[in-house]
């Protein structure tokens, strides 16, 4: 369940009193890092990316990618203390978003909220674990499909790609740490092989169980 829906169905009266919906435009930055020491959001609508980058080369890692029912930011809310990611909007998005103080109320007197929490803080630590591993174990090819096979959605017969879709080639090689000219490289060699096809900016599988085969064994 969504942690937007816990929130809904358990924490409405939290909601009306202190919540309030924000909008952000597509390409700017939802908060900065000094702000989500005060404020803390649930995505409503559209997709966010929450990166790193280092300013004296402008070179980016995305972290991970925030959709529908997603929290922002954990690590401040735990801590207290600044984190240095960005946090911007791939598309037009729309926001919930509260004080993080409340947040902690609700960590440490809301039972049913608790149950979603901690199970999405370690989804979030799973996910920087791969990552890692993912850059310093698979070459960028595997780091490709491995970004592909874990955004396949099925849509009755088709398979689609969730979040990743018509996203550009630049925030692609980002995901995976590269540049790209070299993720160009890669996706050229998935379709060659017949496994996808590109238009545009959208990828579509042709072939996923040969596809899949590409992933390493774990």
């Known amino acids: 369940m969504y942690a937007l829906e816990v929130i809904q169905q358990e924490l ?4 009306a009193r202190f919540g309030r ?12 890092p000094e702000e989500c020491l005060e404020h803390f959001f649930v995505l409503l609508e559209g997709r966010v990316k929450i990166s790193q980058i280092n300013f004296e080369n402008g070179k980016e890692q995305i972290l991970y990618l925030l959709s ?3 929290m922002y930011d954990v690590v ?3 801590d207290g203390k600044m984190h240095e990611n ?18 902690r ?8 909220f608790n149950k979603l929490f901690f199970p999405y803080v370690a989804k979030q630590l799973r996910e920087m674990e791969n990552l890692a591993s993912d850059l310093s174990l698979y070459d960028t090819t595997t780091r490709l499909v491995k970004l592909i096979a874990k955004n396949i959605e099925k849509e009755g017969d088709k398979q689609t790609l969730k979040l ?6 630049d925030e692609l090689a980002n995901l995976i740490g590269t540049v790209r000219k070299v993720l160009n490289r890669n996706l050229q060699s998935l379709k060659k092989e017949g496994l996808i096809d590109i238009k545009r900016k959208e990828i579509y599988i042709k072939d ?7 992933l390493p064994l774990e």
């Open 12 to 15: 409405h009266e939290d909601i």
């Open 21 to 32: 919906v924000s909008f952000v435009k597509k390409g700017e930055v939802l908060m900065r």
């Open 68 to 70: 529908k029912g997603d």
């Open 76 to 78: 401040s809310l735990l």
């Open 86 to 103: 960005m946090a911007m909007a791939l598309d037009d998005v729309k926001l919930l978003v509260f004080p993080i103080e409340l947040f």
């Open 105 to 112: 109320e609700w960590i440490e007197t809301k039972p049913s």
């Open 164 to 169: 990743i879709n018509n996203l550009s080639h």
């Open 208 to 214: 996923s169980q040969n596809l899949l085969e590409h």
